[in-house]
């Protein structure tokens, strides 16, 4: 009896420190470690985009031009004419058009206006029975005298595309020319009352530009009556103006 009290005595010393020696080897954790899932952001680029959408050119062009081969139509006042087609000397013209791109595309459009000298009228130097005006010889001296247009048109215009600098174009105006005469109708030293009728001008033709600046040639005509009031007589024709302009601008924009 002394003998199995004294062996489990031992078993239960024994069995005590081992678990203290292994308590001290691997100690228990009294907390948990809670392993958490590594977040990854992700950061993207956002574009933002300019949604105020953008406006279409606007631009102001100053341009001065000459004529070449300028004629007039034959004025024929009771069975005389009064002067030749061609006319004696050159005109010239200083213009300023607001042009507008529409719809971002290669079309534009706009409103010009003008001073437009004229050439001189070529005038017959005689002409024969019935006079206009009463004289005592067969044969008596004219002078037909010329006129000014200050027009106001619209404007069309077709670019067709940018290529090194240049664009190339077609171009037509269409609208009202304000003529201003030079001088009466001047017969035997004598002047008569000439009046020169307002009318119609359009013009048309081919240009382009070169960044800001341009160049382009266009056939013009401006549209006139003259009327001629001589004693109780009247006597009226067409007078219009034709010839083609070369002309060369510059480009404000807007």
Do not use: C
Request: charged share 25%.
């Amino acid at each position: 009896m002394k003998k199995f009290t004294f062996l489990l005595s031992s078993i239960l010393i024994l069995s005590t420190s081992v678990y203290a020696k292994e308590m001290m080897v691997n100690p228990m954790e009294s907390k948990e470690v809670v392993e958490q899932p590594m977040v990854v952001e992700e950061v993207s680029t956002v574009v933002v985009q300019d949604i105020v959408p953008r406006k279409n050119k606007q631009y102001l062009v100053l341009k001065v031009g000459g004529d070449i081969s300028p004629e007039y139509e034959n004025v024929n006042l009771n069975g005389n004419k009064l002067n030749s087609k061609s006319a004696k000397n050159l005109g010239y013209e200083i213009s300023l058009e607001f042009m507008q791109q529409l719809w971002h595309s290669n079309f534009e459009v706009g409103l010009g206006t003008a001073y437009q000298r004229h050439g001189g009228v070529k005038s017959i130097n005689s002409v024969s029975e019935p006079e206009i005006v009463r004289a005592s010889t067969n044969e008596i001296s004219v002078n037909l005298g010329r006129y000014d247009s200050v027009p106001l048109y619209l404007i069309g215009k077709y670019n067709f595309g940018f290529w090194k600098g240049w664009s190339p174009y077609i171009k037509g105006d269409i609208g009202y020319s304000f003529n201003i005469k030079d001088h009466s109708l001047r017969e035997a030293g004598e002047s008569i009352p000439t009046k020169i009728d307002d009318g119609l001008y359009y013009g048309v033709g081919l240009g382009a530009e070169y960044y800001n600046w341009t160049v382009d040639a266009m056939y013009k005509v401006n549209k006139a009556d003259i009327k001629v009031h001589a004693d109780a007589d009247r006597y009226s024709d067409n007078f219009d103006y034709s010839r083609v302009t070369l002309s060369v601008g510059y480009k404000f924009d807007l």
